[in-house]
């Protein structure tokens, strides 16, 4: 597979990104779902422009974007297109495969199907914190590797969003036990 081109489109990415390896600090597995945010996009953080929670969206492609969902979860979003524009890619579901004793102190007794089924599951199994926000996704503590053959990819309307529901930028492996949910 050709390596992963952070300047193009978030859908474009974040189709490319199905079956690629994400680690962090060597805990991680196979990415088998996404979703797509741009800066025209009114359920993207970066609709309204930077703000200081937003700001690395607005920065280089191939970087980090970290932010708190709820209050409560650390998500992670991979940062795409030209710097300034403001669009990225949320890493929605895992299937975990290296460092499940890590993941499994970092989310308690769940089954490893749930390890990282959901943005909030993979940012606590990851041990993803506000310190990795801007950080670049090809350098120590993140490995990003291609998918090693082309994935059979399934796309669906983004969910856990008020706006803009209708857009078909949710992309998943097809017939992965790891997605957060089915897709329709």
Not at 62 to 79: D, E, K, P
Not at 96 to 103: I, N, S, Y
Not at 117 to 131: D, E, F, H, K, W
Request: net charge positive.
């Amino acid at each position: 597979m050709p390596p992963l081109d952070f300047h193009a489109s978030s859908p474009v990415l974040a189709r490319a990104l199905i079956g690629a390896v994400l680690r962090v600090d060597g805990v991680g597995g196979r990415i088998v779902e996404t979703e797509a945010y741009d800066a025209e996009d009114p359920a993207s953080h970066t609709y309204r422009g930077p703000t200081a929670r937003n700001l690395s969206m607005f920065g280089p492609p191939g970087h980090a974007y970290v932010y708190r969902s709820y209050g409560i979860h650390w998500c992670l979003n991979l940062v795409c297109r030209e710097a300034g524009h403001g669009a990225g890619v949320l890493i929605r579901a895992l299937e975990p495969t290296e460092g499940l004793d890590r993941m499994r102190a970092r989310r308690g007794p769940v089954a490893d199907r749930l390890l990282c089924a959901g943005p909030g599951r993979v940012g606590q199994a990851l041990g993803i914190t506000r310190a990795h926000d801007g950080l670049p996704l090809d350098r120590p503590p993140f490995e990003l590797r291609p998918a090693p053959l082309p994935p059979e990819v399934v796309v669906g309307v983004r969910i856990g969003i008020s706006k803009a529901q209708d857009v078909p930028w949710r992309f998943g492996l097809r017939g992965s036990r790891y997605l957060s949910r089915r897709f329709a």
